[in-house]
């Protein structure tokens, strides 16, 4: 079962923190409600969760059909975190795997 929450509601604990791509070097950094992904706030007006064969997943929404499709090719729309502790990211149009950015604690 789905759980929605507002920009006002904290984002999964598990996906808190400073992420990176080492593949590509895409950066995701979560704090509280806020999600920047390659330096630029995901505009969601909701999200939410759901716990799906032992992954946890989130999935961003707006309220603005008219934005839709933009939404969903210019941001991130889902994370998950699969049941072996993987961090992903994806939209439309591409995905990314996450690990802990340990570079930016030494900055």
Sequence with gaps: MMSRFTRKDELPPQMQGDWVDPEDG???????SDARFQGA?????????EEKSGALCVYFG??????????????????????EGNFHGYNTK??????KNHASANV
């Design 26 to 32: 895409a950066t995701l950094v979560i704090a509280g």
């Design 41 to 49: 706030s995901i505009q969601y007006d909701w999200f939410e969760v």
């Design 62 to 83: 707006i309220d603005d059909p008219a934005r839709e499709d933009n939404f969903v090719r210019e941001n991130l729309v889902g994370l998950v975190i699969d049941p």
């Design 94 to 99: 591409f995905g990314c795997t996450f690990v």
